[in-house]
Antibody, heavy 119, light 108 residues
Framework: QVQLQESGPGLVKPSQTLSLTCTVS??????????WSWIRQPAGKGLEWIGR???????NYNPSLKSRVTISVDTSKNQFSLKLRSVTAADTAVYYC???????????WGQGTLVTVSS | QSVLAQPPSASGTPGQRVTISCSGS????????VYWYQQLPGTAPKLLIS???QRPSGVPDRFSGSKSGTSASLAISGLRSEDEADYYC?????????FGGGTKLTVL
């Protein structure tokens, strides 16, 4: 059974870069059978898809975040990562990583990690 | 403002049938599959309905999905207390995923 686990700092200062890593177990990113996605959810609000990466490194991003986001993959470690630049308080949210079979089919999710942007 | 429109809340009594709507456009719901996610309090979302009307393994047949044009619906029959949760629709739209704003279902 696939498991995903987010990790990274829980507190980031405004204007800095938010960096998170998702470690996958029970499936191999390099198998090429899925996409690997990031989604976020501000407290009390809805879900926002950030973007996804394929094993080859190809990516898709939410147009509203594209200018600030980079998602990358490390198949040797079976991990994928999120970098969000120039963060503000509006980027405070629970960040989830997920396994995406195809467009919008998010099969498996991590438990989520809260990232707070504050000085 | 979410790309897909959902009612913010819905409610029903145990045993009732409840429907939740999801309204989009020709670039998302109108031309792509719709997915529904259930988020119980304090937990990560879970895929509830796949490819508009298919139930993943383990999802009770009380849950069903449908679509007509640019609108989709999630129906829950035989409502149970454990169905109290937030429900989100999602679809692909021009190279990215869009979500609805979510519907909070209350079982009275």
């Amino acid at each position: 059974q696939v498991q995903l686990q987010e990790s990274g700092p829980g507190l980031v200062k405004p204007s800095q870069t938010l960096s998170l890593t998702c470690t996958v177990s029970g499936d191999s990113i390099s198998s090429g059978s899925h996409y690997w996605s990031w989604i976020r959810q501000p407290a009390g609000k809805g879900l926002e898809w950030i973007g996804r990466v394929y094993s080859s490194g190809s990516t898709n991003y939410n147009p509203s975040l594209k200018s600030r986001v980079t998602i990358s993959v490390d198949t040797s470690k079976n991990q994928f990562s999120l970098k969000l630049r120039s963060v503000t308080a509006a980027d405070t949210a629970v960040y989830y990583c997920a396994r995406e079979k195809s467009a919008a089919m998010l099969l498996s999710w991590g438990q989520g990690t809260l990232v707070t942007v504050s000085s | 403002q979410s790309v897909l429109a959902q009612p913010p809340s819905a409610s029903g009594t145990p045993g009732q049938r409840v429907t939740i709507s999801c309204s989009g456009s020709s670039s998302n719901v109108g031309t792509n599959y719709v997915y529904w996610y259930q988020q119980l309090p304090g937990t990560a979302p879970k895929l509830l309905i796949s490819k508009t009307d298919q139930r993943p393994s383990g999802v009770p047949d009380r849950f069903s999905g449908s679509k007509s044009g640019t609108s989709a619906s999630l129906a829950i029959s035989g409502l149970r207390s454990e169905d109290e949760a937030d429900y989100y629709c999602a679809a692909w739209d021009d190279s990215h995923v869009v979500f609805g704003g979510g519907t909070k279902l209350t079982v009275l």
